[in-house]
């Protein structure tokens, strides 16, 4: 039998070493983290307001924009995939069919926040977190939705350290871990030595974000698995190469010229599918035939 996405990720998280998760904004980007190898992926909120919208990560895409993101990056590809879910997008009830229906979209995982709605990305300014009750009912909420039911795993976050210390944010971790969260995940960490405390002090797998230029000191995947994290996010490594290579082939086509750096059309055609739809369709065709 099969397993389902949410128990090849907890497969993942309880199995030894650290797990390198590049993030994925769309169907093409998570094909593409699983063809180069990868065991996981995590649809990244910043990444899919940025590509889907061409706005900021500040709580403009909505719930159901979120949804039909997710529906077809989790068809796109056979690797469990994390779901941003933001806040929950509203109160208890609404994080429970936020958990509800990225189960049923397919996604193995989802992430739920403990920042004020509307949020914003966790290494900008502005930022401000729920009181720790409201932020401890929106855990519960998402845990009894998988417990009733939801066939997925559970990452709970906490923003708390850019607002109320790192004290409260591992004191939250602690409580969410009690709750049955099943990933943990201190957003913001800025030394080392607060990534070590983390580690140290609250039990289950955890989850390092390493933003290129954010808050968060980018250590190599070796110490951070010496640590104790068991995942290293890469949220918008993908993101940012692509709008980088994107500015560099729009300069030289506006200076009369061809984007150096660019695939060649054949592997372009693998890449999204094309044998693989023309060989299904020759032996349907081939069958057809037989069958006069």
């Not at 169907?27 to 909120?45: H, K, N, P, V, Y």
């Not at 405390?197 to 390493?210: D, H, I, R, W, Y």
Request: hydrophobic residues 40%.
């Amino acid at each position: 039998m099969n397993s389902s996405p949410a128990e090849r990720l907890r497969a993942l998280i309880d199995a030894p070493g650290l797990r390198v998760m590049p993030c994925c904004f769309d169907a093409l980007s998570a094909r593409l983290i699983e063809q180069a190898g990868f065991e996981l992926t995590f649809m990244s909120g910043f990444a899919v307001s940025a590509s889907r919208l061409g706005v900021p990560d500040t709580g403009l895409i909505s719930f159901g924009e979120m949804l039909d993101q997710g529906r077809n990056i989790c068809a796109a590809t056979r690797l469990p995939v994390i779901g941003d879910g933001d806040t929950g997008y509203g109160n208890a009830l609404n994080v429970k069919r936020t958990v509800t229906s990225y189960a049923a979209a397919g996604f193995a995982g989802v992430m739920i926040e403990d920042q004020e709605a509307p949020k914003r990305c966790g290494h900008t300014r502005g930022k401000r977190v729920v009181s720790r009750a409201e932020a401890l009912s929106r855990v519960r909420a998402a845990v009894d939705a998988r417990d009733e039911g939801a066939d997925i795993l559970l990452m709970a976050r906490t923003d708390a350290r850019a607002t109320d210390g790192l004290d409260e944010a591992i004191a939250r971790s602690q409580a969410f871990a009690d709750l049955g969260a099943d990933i943990l995940f201190l957003e913001g960490p800025r030394s080392e030595s607060e990534m070590v405390a983390f580690c140290e002090a609250v039990p289950g797998p955890k989850m390092a974000n390493l933003v290129e230029g954010g808050d968060t000191p980018l250590l190599p995947p070796a110490r951070l698995e010496a640590i104790g994290y068991r995942i290293a996010a890469y949220p918008l490594t993908l993101l940012s190469a692509a709008t980088s290579a994107m500015l560099e082939a729009l300069e030289e086509l506006a200076g009369g010229g061809q984007p150096a750096k660019r695939l060649d059309f054949e592997r372009l055609r693998r890449i999204v599918g094309f044998d693989d739809y023309d060989a299904e369709a020759e032996r349907y065709r081939a069958e057809d035939e037989g069958n006069r």
